[in-house]
């Protein structure tokens, strides 16, 4: 009967009415908290092991950790932070070994021409710092791009939320 459809019809339309004006109230604050203040980001890749993402388990290698991040943070030597990578523009995780006006040993190529022995000393210019890996030998950082604009980093990651056996707060300032 036409009387049930304008009836599902209306029902149907006041769903998406009341659906819209949730995420009409919803979406903005959601946007400014990750915008701001707080989110959750996936770590990918073993750069960070053991400190994110290890390899011990066949457990452990199944499941990618997912780290709570806060923006606008102040950086400091030893933090984990979440950084644009200059060459590629995506997102990565690595931790603060240097600041601006300090000297960094390093181990890579840096600078490509070669110039730089491995184990020498080098500067890290003002405004920029110095991030590596945990794990040098799956790490693409600034043993290998040079040190980063300040700039470029993003948030400070503060504790691991997933998976449950590993979450814990990252606070040490020193690799695990």
Not at 27 to 37: E, S
């Amino acid at each position: 009967p036409r009387w049930w459809f304008e009836r599902q019809t209306n029902a149907m339309a006041s769903a998406w009415r009341r659906c819209f004006h949730a995420a009409w109230m919803v979406g903005p604050p959601l946007i400014f908290v990750k915008d701001r203040c707080f989110w959750v980001y996936c770590v990918d890749g073993r750069s960070m092991g053991p400190t994110l993402n290890p390899q011990g388990s066949f457990l452990d290698r199944c499941f990618r950790d997912w780290v709570l991040v806060h923006k606008n943070a102040e950086f400091q030597k030893g933090d984990i932070v979440v950084l644009k990578d200059p060459q590629t523009s995506l997102w990565s995780v690595k931790r603060i070994v240097a600041q601006e006006h300090e000297l960094v040993r390093h181990s890579g190529s840096w600078p490509a021409s070669g110039s730089l022995m491995a184990g020498s000393l080098s500067h890290v210019p003002p405004g920029h710092c110095w991030v590596e890996g945990d794990n040098p030998q799956f790490s693409k950082d600034s043993r290998t791009f040079g040190p980063v604009p300040m700039g470029l980093l993003d948030a400070l990651v503060i504790s691991v939320v997933w998976p449950p056996w590993r979450a814990r707060l990252l606070d040490d300032n020193s690799p695990s």
